[in-house]
């Protein structure tokens, strides 16, 4: 009987052992192995809106979102028109304040697809500023109205970053690519557009002429026409649809055609907007919407 309770004793202790063997294991893991839901948040950036008193948007309702790398801040915003006119573009500027490292100057570019669709008096649509990352926490982000386009044509602001110059090539190289995709419609049917998409060049005339950011600009727009297309190849309807320009619209002119031998890509499309890659520092990054 003696020797039973020796023995049974025994288990005892090797059993409370092994569970405190198990404790330290559990205690004594690496921080970054362990649930990450008592970290502490990224310190938000110094949110500061620019005083423009004679602008015909201003900016409100600036909210900082919660963001796991301090060197990408979110940020949330509306813009609201109050102005008596409707309003086909707007650009937002953001300037992030790096201290020594000097600053990054950006900016949200919103393009509307057309007059229907301007923003109208009183209208407040939602911004954001996301998917940046600067080379080191921003101190603080200023943001400004920076340029404004009427359905007019009219434009206000100082367009310090030249989006005015970006819209204009980009209407430019929607127009040549429209042209030209165009007239093979009219003699050789869709599915010859669909083949010429990426053997018709079309260049700028005077390129030496025009601003790096109008020729930025008609790049895009070339971009933007094929995908249009491209999204409407199973129609000829809709694809002449695709490619007569809006009643009432201005053609761009400042472009020609070339007919060169290059390969049919593969049906997709990449538009590189400024901005994409490592920043430098200081920089100028941009983010491009159209909204239909």
């Known amino acids: 009987m003696r020797r039973t309770e020796i023995k049974a004793h025994s288990i005892v202790l090797i059993v409370i052992g092994v569970l405190s063997l198990a404790i330290l294991a559990v205690s ?9 839901t008592d970290r502490v948040p990224a310190k938000k950036p110094l949110m500061i809106v620019k005083d423009q008193p004679d602008s015909p948007l201003t900016i409100t309702s600036v909210v900082v979102d919660y963001f796991p790398d301090a060197r990408m801040p ?5 813009v609201n028109n109050v102005s008596d006119k409707r309003v086909m573009v707007y650009a937002i500027k953001h300037v992030a304040a790096l ?5 990054v100057s950006g900016s949200v570019t919103i393009i509307r697809a057309d007059r229907k669709r301007a923003l109208r008096p009183g209208e407040s649509p939602e911004g954001e500023i996301s998917g940046i990352q600067y080379p080191q926490p921003p101190e603080s982000l200023t943001l400004s109205v920076d340029y404004v386009e009427f359905v007019d044509g009219t434009r206000r602001g100082e367009d310090t970053l ?13 127009d040549a690519e429209r042209e030209a995709l165009l007239k093979v419609l009219m003699t ?5 557009v669909i083949r010429s998409l990426d053997s018709i060049t079309s260049e700028a005339e005077s ?7 109008w020729l930025d600009g008609f790049r895009q727009g070339i971009e933007v026409m094929r995908s249009g297309v491209r999204g409407k190849a199973s129609s000829q309807a809709e694809i002449e649809k695709e490619l007569r320009p809006p009643i009432g619209q201005k053609q ?13 890509t593969p049906d997709h499309i990449t538009v590189a907007l400024p901005g ?4 430098p520092t200081p920089s100028i990054t941009s983010q491009w919407a159209v909204l239909h």
Do not use: C, Y
């Open 188 to 192: 050789k049917g869709s599915e010859e």
């Open 74 to 78: 979110e940020v949330s915003f509306r």
């Open 162 to 174: 030249k989006n005015g110059d970006r819209i204009d090539g980009m209407r430019a190289g929607k």
């Open 276 to 279: 994409d890659g490592p920043l």
């Open 252 to 264: 761009n002119r400042g472009f020609r055609q070339r007919r060169t031998n290059l390969a049919i």
């Open 99 to 103: 201290g020594s490292r000097g600053a």
């Open 28 to 36: 004594a893991r690496p921080r970054e192995n362990q649930t990450n």
């Open 207 to 213: 390129p030496s002429s025009r601003s790096v950011q």
